[in-house]
């Protein structure tokens, strides 16, 4: 046999009109939401592939530096693949692989990746040749809703991310 008990004075419940407008009420907000989050993580993650393309790149320099060696950083062609090499070409690390939706910006007319021979050599100076294979340039970097960010290496082996931007003409 069941036994029911009586509620005690003053205790209510939702009715069920009540919870299907509050229900419906978060879904709608849920459906505002969901486009919004979307965005931001698409380009939170084209930040962290230009963070990561930049921690190769410096990494590959200070490897260079400490070993007293040329290495590089290679970007092969038709791929979204870069990775750490020696100067003979030995894998140091990686292949390491973009994120979904960010893909090497070729959109702005001309190549991703804009170094001589698609990598970048850093001497045992920490500096990159002047001209040649493996001279200065850039990674070029775009996602889905078109933000870019473009990795620069200069002569003396800086490396530096822009900003985001939109618009088809980096900021430096």
Known sequence: MITTFPKPKGERGFSLTELVV?????????????????????????????????????????????S???????????TSDYRV????????????????GTV????????????PGRFVVFLPTGSVPASGNGATGRAKLINQSGVRIDIVVQVGGSVRATPTYKSATAPF
């Open 68 to 78: 007293n060696e040329s290495f590089r950083v290679n970007f092969p062609e038709g």
């Open 104 to 115: 090497w910006n070729s959109e702005d007319g001309g190549s991703g990746v804009t170094f």
């Open 22 to 66: 509050v229900l419906f009420g978060g879904m709608i907000l849920l459906a505002i939401a969901v486009p919004a989050l979307d965005t931001t993580l698409d380009q939170y993650r084209l930040v962290l592939a230009a963070q990561g393309v930049t921690n190769q790149l410096q990494f590959a320099r200070m490897k260079a530096v400490s």
């Open 85 to 100: 090499e020696t100067s003979t070409g030995d894998i140091v690390a990686g292949p390491f692989t973009l994120p979904p």
